[in-house]
């Protein structure tokens, strides 16, 4: 992860909705500070780089296409190489998934969890699909016991 930026620095910033790095160059290095949900009990302060120009796409195998555009770029989420951003998401997409599973251990559980996560659809929850397809999968082939009363164990 960057902490300061430079006028002309090559950035390297994940963007979830796309699941792909962009690479950019900084226009603007001004570092802005927001808060969201200022008007909650819980505000988020975040800092913005003002200005990047995105330059090309980098996709998880290395190839790219030509990007386009100017837009703000949340300072957490830049880093100086396009290896670094996927890693940084890929330690966060493993720690939430890890958070799903640990929050089925027993039957109770596994029966509430399609009531609390949106498994299909259009706007479904990828990873919470991906986590309870692998445990019902387990379940079904025996890698992983169910108990009522005690819950899941191997």
Known sequence: MVDKVR???K?????SIWDVVEKGTVEDSTILTDVLGAATDHPTEFKLIKNVHWDERVYKDGTTASSFGNSAALLDNVFLTAKEAYESQ???IEKHKEELRNGITGLEDLLKFPLNHCLCGEDYDYYAREVYEDI???I???EIKLYAESGIGK
Do not use: A, F, H, M
């Not at 950035?11 to 963007?15: F, K, N, P």
């Open 7 to 9: 006028k002309g620095q």
């Open 11 to 15: 950035i390297y910033y994940y963007r």
């Open 90 to 92: 890929n330690t966060i």
């Open 136 to 138: 019902c999968q387990k």
């Open 140 to 142: 079904l082939s025996g």
